[in-house]
T-cell receptor, first 109, second 115 residues
Framework: DAKTTQPNSMESNEEEPVHLPCNHSTISGTDYIHWYRQLPSQGPEYVIHGLTSNVNNRMASLAIAEDRKSSTLILHRATLRDAAVYYCILRRGYQKVTFGIGTKLQVIP | GAVVSQHPSRVICKSGTSVKIECRSLDFQATTMFWYRQFPKQSLMLMATSNEGSKATYEQGVEKDKFLINHASLTLSTLTVTSAHPEDSSFYIC???????????FGQGTRLTVV
């Protein structure tokens, strides 16, 4: 399975944008890039996914590099409720979702 | 998005007893469900893949006789931790995929404490 690399932790001030990076240099052409987040003591929550083009939804934006070897999850205005562990995952078709360590985002009031 | 419900959210049991955790897809049919375990300050570890009407597929190192999985219908999968021991204390999470969709939806998790 292609692996992803994320920083262990990041900090952001409340109401400022947050850019969460993810490297996936061994990504294959059929791998989708998925992002999930997990709030404390809860199950993971789907955030966004994409293949090649940038994607936007009500929660976040996903910017995918042209060579697809990296991507960035963008939270446009961080709130305290966005404090969570964010997981960047590569998924081929309907394969099982395998989690790495993720990035723990701390939002500072 | 689709809703996956787990029950119970929290359970305490005595060592040696068995505990059943239910995972339901509330507004969609799930032919495949996944069971994860998460220890404190660690990531989720996939335990098994549960397929409706067939035997579950377990990840390497997961004892199938200890963690019994039943996926009897398209909306319900159960995980039974048999003869539980304190080292089985963990956060158990199920996941289901909407047929035809790429997203996986997760339950809220079950905190199991074995005393």
């Amino acid at each position: 399975d292609a692996k992803t690399t994320q920083p262990n932790s990041m900090e952001s001030n409340e109401e400022e944008p947050v850019h969460l990076p993810c490297n996936h240099s061994t990504i294959s052409g059929t791998d989708y890039i998925h992002w999930y987040r997990q709030l404390p003591s809860q199950g993971p929550e789907y955030v966004i996914h994409g293949l090649t083009s940038n994607v936007n939804n009500r929660m976040a934006s996903l910017a995918i590099a042209e060579d697809r070897k990296s991507s960035t999850l963008i939270l446009h205005r961080a709130t305290l409720r966005d404090a969570a562990v964010y997981y960047c995952i590569l998924r081929r078709g309907y394969q099982k979702v395998t989690f790495g360590i993720g990035t723990k985002l701390q939002v500072i009031p | 998005g689709a809703v996956v419900s787990q029950h119970p959210s929290r359970v305490i049991c005595k060592s040696g007893t068995s505990v059943k955790i239910e995972c339901r897809s509330l507004d969609f049919q799930a032919t495949t469900m996944f069971w994860y375990r998460q220890f404190p300050k660690q990531s989720l570890m996939l335990m098994a893949t549960s397929n409706e009407g067939s035997k579950a597929t377990y990840e390497q190192g997961v004892e199938k006789d200890k963690f019994l999985i039943n996926h009897a219908s398209l909306t319900l999968s159960t995980l039974t931790v048999t003869s539980a021991h304190p080292e089985d204390s963990s956060f158990y999470i199920c996941s289901a995929r909407v047929s035809g969709g790429p997203e996986a939806f997760f339950g809220q998790g079950t905190r199991l404490t074995v005393v």
